[in-house]
């Protein structure tokens, strides 16, 4: 594996795991002691379902999607894909 290679894939794993800690602003967030008071399963994670918060996705979803036009009687030339990746 050349130098740069190297480089390459150390930024990666960098870039994962700082993804995974911290969240992405427009996309999710670790579940973290600010959220205690309102997760009622905060002190119970064997009920967890999700590791992260994915409230900032729903607020990014709402300032780039127009809801009313997806709506069956809304423009009819509107399509709406959505592709995920679980990591």
């Given at each position: ?19 995974a ?29 999700y ?30 894909i ?6």
């Amino acid at each position: 594996m050349s130098l740069n290679e190297l480089s390459v894939k150390m930024q990666q794993l960098k870039s994962f795991y700082s993804s995974a800690i911290f969240g992405n602003d427009k996309m999710f967030k670790p579940r973290r002691e600010e959220n205690i008071l309102t997760d009622p399963e905060y002190f119970a994670p064997q009920k967890w379902t999700y590791m992260y918060d994915f409230s900032p996705l729903v607020k990014t979803m709402e300032r780039y999607i127009d809801y009313d036009r997806l709506k069956p009687n809304g423009n009819s030339n509107t399509l709406l894909i959505l592709t995920t990746v679980m990591f």
